[in-house]
């Protein structure tokens, strides 16, 4: 059987069910999107490493269940990899920002964003992917996460609401105010504040 070509439910049934070469298969497809998730939303490497690491061991363990009459895996994934970064941040009481330009943001040039935003085009490819990022880690965790989502990754607002546990007007309208947050920060990059505000509750924010 081969499970690289089954439906990333088949895949997260078997592998809960210890079925070790499903789970291999789920990890190879979803691993790097998760790594990269939890690295945007953290700011953290270490972090990031160590939230895939329990988003797949809660796969293998069969403490996560699935439904997908719910809704779609990805954003179900996401969802546990939210958690436990929140988790982590809880634990430790840190909130880390995010870290300068380095290997992994080089990495991900590929997957870089699209944002909608005119100012942008003035800048050079690279000049964008750095600037865009050290922006991104700088703003408020729910202003982040959801231009993590909705432009990292591309979902559509049903999806990122999903992940996040809001109604899609909260999306619409936290995208749209992060965007403007964003384009302030690009303008005026010398008046941007190195430390990441702390962490808001874990609930909608309107």
């Not at 998730?37 to 895939?52: H, K, M, N, P, Y």
Request: one cysteine or more; a neutral charge.
């Amino acid at each position: 059987m081969t499970w690289d070509t089954e439906s990333d439910g088949d895949l997260f049934l078997a592998a809960s069910s210890g079925v070790e070469a499903a789970f291999l298969a789920l990890y190879r497809r979803w691993q790097g999107n998760v790594y990269r998730f939890a690295l945007r939303l953290s700011g953290s490497e270490s972090i990031a490493e160590d939230v895939t690491q329990e988003v797949f061991l809660t796969v293998v363990n069969g403490a996560a269940r699935f439904d997908p009459k719910l809704g779609p895996f990805r954003p179900y994934l996401y969802g546990i990899t939210r958690n436990q970064v929140f988790r982590r941040f809880n634990r430790e009481r840190i909130f880390a920002p995010l870290a300068e330009e380095s290997e992994t943001v080089a990495q991900e040039t590929p997957q870089s964003p699209s944002i909608g935003l005119d100012p942008l085009a003035a800048l050079t490819r690279q000049e964008t992917f750095a600037s865009l990022h050290r922006a991104i880690g700088a703003l408020p965790v729910h202003y982040r996460e959801v231009v993590v989502l909705c432009e990292l990754h591309e979902m559509n607002y049903a999806e990122a609401a999903h992940v996040v546990g809001c109604p899609e007007g909260t999306i619409r309208s936290r995208l749209h105010r992060a965007r403007s947050l964003l384009l302030e920060k690009l303008r005026h990059p010398s008046g941007e504040n190195s430390r990441t505000p702390g962490m808001e509750p874990l609930r909608c924010l309107s």
